[in-house]
């Protein structure tokens, strides 16, 4: 179902292909997350996970640090050492990436 949200982007083989390295999927990742840092104006729910294409193992990192899943198992991001660390911490709200103020 193409509902025409920007998420519907991410689903296609075009999207996988162009996040085939881990720089590229580092630069999503990152992008991704301080654009939801960001926003006023965040919904993301339970299960939409399966709207984000090749980043389907970010969600459980925003999800935690939306607070809409805080117990949210982290997995292992193919991004390069230490940003798998930064957004971790990221996730766990003892970081921010658009301040320097706490998270």
């Known amino acids: 179902m193409d509902d025409g949200g920007w998420l519907d982007g991410l689903r296609g083989a075009s999207a996988r ?3 085939s390295d881990e ?4 630069g999503a990742c990152l992008a ?6 960001a926003s006023d104006d965040v919904t993301l729910h339970v299960g939409d996970q399966c709207r984000f294409g090749p980043l389907a193992d970010l969600y459980p990192y925003l999800a935690r640090r939306l607070r809409i ?3 949210a198992e982290l ?3 193919a ?5 798998g660390e ?3 911490a990221w996730a766990n709200r003892r970081l921010n990436l658009t301040s ?3 998270a």
């Open 17 to 19: 292909a162009s996040l």
């Open 23 to 26: 720089l590229s999927y580092l």
């Open 32 to 37: 991704f997350a301080i654009g939801t840092e």
């Open 69 to 71: 899943d805080p117990g």
């Open 75 to 77: 997995p292992a991001l």
């Open 79 to 83: 991004v390069p050492s230490p940003y």
């Open 86 to 88: 930064v957004l971790t």
């Open 100 to 102: 320097t103020s706490p």
